[in-house]
């Protein structure tokens, strides 16, 4: 479904990736003037993830019986359309949204693959296939956003900065190596038209090309691009993504126990990457 008025935005990205790079600049695209199309849509962000467990939420569907799916299924369609009549032109942000990620009603995390730990954190990560099937039956112009990073550095920002999987190398890196896998099979199954990728600090506005910016702009809505004042702004709120130098210490030697794990994440990772590359996604 194509719109020039109403679009949708999902991030979709490996924990680690730079989803909350992204939340900065959502923030200050919504903010940068009265007619930026930035809206920050927290009512269906939480009906796609809540991590209350009394809520029921789209991507938890596994914790919830098949009548509970429907029910919230139904509800998104109907939240799809609500969003619609809000304005002429939106870009609506579905994730990385900071206002609705420890809200006490909502907990929607980054939603990243995974979002949030838990004993069930393999399992929790969106199903972007699921949404751009809601989406298609609502008439709503989603869009796929695939943020990229090298193996390497998804690694030290989870388990040495973070310390995700309470800083568990081996569990981290076979958590991060399912959820890569799951999101190519999900990538393999849109049509690439409606998905772009981007290296969120190895692209930066320092280091990216103004056909980049301009590319993505365009991709994301139309009224990014529309005028020299509104592109300035765009331009501005992406200079919120700043190059991660990541500090030597952070990469560790590798032990001989984590080479093949991590050898068998750099391959998932990668293929993430190729079906980008493949596909003439990536944005440079």
Known sequence: IFSEGHRFVFVAGLEGTGHH???????????????????????LSCALYNNNTANLSLFLGFRQSTDQNLKVEEEIIGLFGECKKKQNAALFILNTVR??????????GMM???????????????????LAQLAEISQADLRILVLLRPTQQIIASTTKKRKFSDGNKLLEIAVLEANAHALYSQLRQLDPKFVICFDAYEHA?????????????????????????ARSH??????????????GDWYEPTPRGVQTPLQKLNAAVSLIADYCQLNNLTIR
Request: aromatic share 8%.
């Open 205 to 229: 506005i320092e280091a990216s090309s103004f056909d980049g910016r301009t590319r993505l702009g365009a991709f994301l809505h139309p009224s990014l691009n529309a005028t020299d004042n």
């Open 234 to 247: 765009w331009n501005a709120s992406m200079s919120k993504i700043k190059k991660r130098n990541i500090p």
């Open 99 to 108: 206002e609705s990620w420890n809200s006490g009603v909502c907990r929607t």
């Open 21 to 43: 790079a992204w939340s900065e600049v959502w923030r200050s695209c919504a903010q940068s003037s009265s007619s930026s199309p930035c809206h920050l849509e927290e009512k």
């Open 112 to 130: 990243s693959f995974p979002n949030f730990d838990g004993l069930d954190k393999t399992l929790q990560r969106p199903d972007v296939v699921q």
